[in-house]
C-alpha cells in the first residue's frame, strides 16, 4: 500500500477497536493509544508500509530524468528536483551522487543569482573521491563561476541599505516576551493567553520575530528545503541515512540530529504532513529532557492554568516546553481523535520495531509509551500549528506555493480573524508578525490560521469548513465565511488622492519612503479594506515585505523565466 495512511478506514469497521470510543473522554490522553495498541498486538491488524533505502538504480533513474528536463526542456525546476532525488537515494561517495553534484552545479551556473550556489556544490562534489573526468569538468565550471560572481554580489550590494538589513531586528525588546517588542502585551483571561496592544500601532510596524519551537516541511518542499531551517537552496546536502531530508550545511545537520531526526530517519516514510509536525515536537521534547523520568513527568503536566506570571514565565522564559504551556480549549477535538490515535499507534509500533528509541526495561517501556502517547495526541488536538509562508526568488520574488508549519508559543496564541490585524511571513524557521491595519491598544491582535482572505481562493461554507476541519475553528459572524463582502466601496477624496499617488512597482532604490507612504495608504484605506484600491494598496504591502525577506533570508528556488535564463556554453556531457 502507498505511505500515506489511506489504510486508516479498516480500523473504523473493526469490532476489536469498538471499546476504544469509550475511553475518548478519559482524562488521560494515553488510555484511548494504549488500548489501541493492545488490541492491533493481538489481532496483528498493523498498516503496512514501505520503506525506502539508498539505491544506485533509484538514483540513477532520478539522474537521468533530471539530465532530460535540464538539456531538453531547459525546465530548471523539475531538474533540480530530480536531482535532488539523486542525490537523496544515491549511496555516499558513490560515482552516482557525484554525478548528480556535477549536474546541479552545472545547473545553478544558468542563473545568475546562483553562481554561488553553483561553487558550493563544486566544492562538495571535489572534496569526494571523483574520477579524474568529472574533476576536470568541475575545474572548468569552477573558473566560470567564479569569473561571475561578481554578477551576484552587485545584485545584493545594489538592494543592500540599513533599512533594509535591519528591518527583521526588534528596535526594543519585551521584558515578558523576548521575541516582541513592547508594543505587544500577554495577558491572561481564564487561564488562557491572549495577545493584546500594548499602544497604539501604526500599519507596518513590527511586532514580533519569533523562532519556532519546532518548525516541519510539507512534503512537497522536502527535497528543496532544509530540514531544520527550512531554507531553500540548490546546495543543500542529503541525509545519510534516510531518502526523505536534506540539509543546508553540516551544522543544520547536526542540530536536527541532537533533535531527534536520528529517530525519524528510520521511520521517515510513514510521516505524513498531518503528524509530522507534532511528531517531530515529541523527539525534540525527548531530547530536551535528562532522562525518560523527566519526560513522563512533563507528559503529566500538559496544558496546566495559572497566574499571569506563571505562564508567561513557562512560554516566553526559560522553560524549554514552552510549546506544551498553555493552549486555548479546543472544543471539536474528538472527531480527529480516533484517527489520530490509530495514526500514533502504529508510529509507536514501528518505533518500537525499527529503532531503540524506547527504554528496554519493560516496566520503564510502558510508562515511555503512555508519556509519548499522551504528548503526541495533546500536540495534535491542542497546539495550533502555524502556516509559514515562505518568500522565493530566481528573477521574481514569489510566495513559495507549499506552506511549512510550526509551533510557536507566542504567534500561536493569537487568535484567528478572516479580516486580521496582523500578517505573518515565514523566515526560515522563524516568522515575523507585521500590523496590517491600525491597531488600538488593548486590542486583540488576530491573524488568519488559513491564510488572508486576498491570498486565498476559498471563501463562503469552502473556506468556514476548511477552518473547522484543519484547526478546530467555528468561525462566526464573519463576512468572509459567509460572503457578504461588499460588492462596491467608495472611496473619499483623501483616500482617492493617496491611493492615486502610491508608489508601485520598484522598491529597490528610496526603499525606506516607499514603505512608509505605502503604510500611510494603507492605514487611510484601512476604512475601505473591500475596495479595489485597498486590494492593490495591500499587494504592494506584502511585495514590500517580500522584498525584505529576500534580502534578509534567501530562499533560492530554480525555476526558468525567460528574462532569468542566462545561457553559458557548457557542452561537457556526463
Not at 270 to 295: A, G
Not at 319 to 326: C, H, I, M, Q, T
Request: contains cysteine.
Amino acid at each position: 500500500m502507498n505511505n500515506n495512511w489511506t489504510g486508516l478506514d479498516k480500523y473504523y469497521t473493526d469490532p476489536s477497536l469498538k471499546d476504544i470510543y469509550n475511553t475518548l473522554l478519559n482524562e488521560d490522553l494515553s488510555d484511548c493509544v494504549v488500548l489501541a495498541r493492545n488490541v492491533l498486538s493481538k489481532t496483528n491488524n498493523w498498516l503496512i508500509f514501505q520503506f525506502c533505502e539508498k539505491s544506485t538504480s533509484v538514483s540513477r533513474s532520478f539522474l537521468e530524468r533530471g539530465l532530460i528536463y535540464f538539456r531538453r526542456y531547459y525546465d530548471a525546476e523539475q531538474a533540480l528536483l530530480a536531482f535532488n532525488n539523486a542525490l537523496t537515494f544515491a549511496p555516499i561517495n558513490s560515482d552516482v551522487m557525484q554525478l548528480a553534484y556535477c549536474s546541479r552545479a552545472e545547473l545553478c551556473l544558468c542563473f545568475p543569482i546562483t553562481f554561488s550556489l553553483s561553487l558550493n556544490n563544486i566544492d562538495t562534489c571535489l572534496a569526494l573521491d571523483c574520477p579524474r573526468g568529472i574533476v576536470h569538468k568541475l575545474t572548468e565550471m569552477k573558473s566560470t563561476a567564479s569569473e561571475l560572481l561578481y554578477i551576484e554580489r552587485e545584485a545584493l550590494e545594489y538592494t543592500s541599505s540599513p533599512f533594509v538589513d535591519n528591518f527583521f531586528k526588534l528596535k526594543s525588546i519585551n521584558v515578558d516576551a523576548p521575541c516582541a517588542t513592547p508594543d505587544v502585551d500577554v495577558i491572561v483571561e481564564s487561564g488562557q493567553v491572549k495577545v493584546v496592544a500594548a499602544k497604539d500601532i501604526r500599519v507596518g510596524t513590527l511586532l514580533v520575530n519569533e523562532t519556532a519551537f519546532m518548525a516541519a516541511t510539507h512534503s512537497k518542499n522536502v527535497t528543496t528545503s532544509c530540514h531544520y531551517c527550512l531554507r531553500m537552496s540548490p546546495d543543500s546536502i542529503p541525509c545519510e541515512g534516510c531518502c526523505k531530508a536534506m540539509f543546508c550545511d553540516e551544522n543544520c545537520k547536526e542540530k536536527s540530529m541532537s533533535e531527534g531526526h536520528d529517530v525519524e530517519c528510520k521511520i521517515v516514510d510513514i510521516i505524513v504532513d498531518d503528524i509530522k509536525l507534532p511528531f517531530q515536537t515529541v523527539l525534540k521534547i525527548r531530547r530536551l529532557c535528562s532522562s525518560w523520568d523527566e519526560f513522563i513527568a512533563v507528559s503529566k503536566d500538559l496544558g496546566a492554568d495559572g497566574e499571569k506570571n506563571e505562564i508567561t514565565a513557562k512560554i516566553f522564559g526559560s522553560n524549554k516546553f514552552s510549546v506544551l504551556k498553555p493552549r486555548a480549549d479546543n472544543p471539536f477535538v474528538h472527531g480527529r481523535m480516533f484517527n489520530r490515535c490509530m495514526c500514533i499507534v502504529n508510529i509507536i509500533h514501528y518505533l518500537e520495531t525499527r529503532t531503540s528509541f524506547f527504554p528496554e526495561c519493560s516496566e520503564e517501556r510502558e510508562a515511555a509509551i503512555r508519556a509519548v502517547a499522551r504528548i503526541f495526541l495533546y500536540l495534535c488536538l491542542y497546539c495550533t500549528p502555524v502556516r509559514m509562508l515562505h518568500v522565493t526568488h530566481c528573477a521574481k520574488v514569489e510566495l513559495h506555493n507549499f506552506t511549512n508549519r510550526g509551533y510557536f508559543p507566542l504567534i500561536g496564541n493569537l487568535d484567528h480573524s478572516c479580516t486580521p490585524n496582523t500578517y505573518v511571513i515565514g523566515l526560515r524557521n522563524s516568522a515575523a508578525l507585521f500590523a496590517l491595519k491600525p491597531i488600538k491598544k488593548g486590542e486583540l491582535l488576530t491573524f488568519s490560521y488559513i491564510g488572508h482572505y486576498l491570498e486565498t481562493e476559498e471563501y463562503g461554507k469552502e473556506r468556514a469548513t476548511k477552518l473547522l476541519h484543519d484547526y478546530g475553528i467555528a468561525c462566526k459572524d464573519c463576512v468572509i465565511c459567509e460572503n457578504n463582502v461588499p460588492l462596491t466601496q467608495n472611496l473619499n477624496p483623501e483616500q482617492l488622492e493617496a491611493f492615486r499617488s502610491m508608489p508601485r512597482g520598484q522598491i529597490e532604490e528610496n526603499t525606506k519612503n516607499i514603505y512608509k507612504e505605502i503604510c500611510r495608504v494603507m492605514y487611510l484605506l484601512n476604512s475601505v479594506s473591500f475596495s479595489k484600491e485597498y486590494d492593490e494598496a495591500y499587494i504592494e504591502f506584502i511585495r514590500c515585505v517580500m522584498f525584505f525577506v529576500r534580502i534578509n533570508y534567501r530562499n533560492d528556488y530554480l525555476k526558468t523565466y525567460e528574462e532569468n535564463r542566462l545561457l553559458i556554453p557548457l557542452t561537457t556531457s556526463i
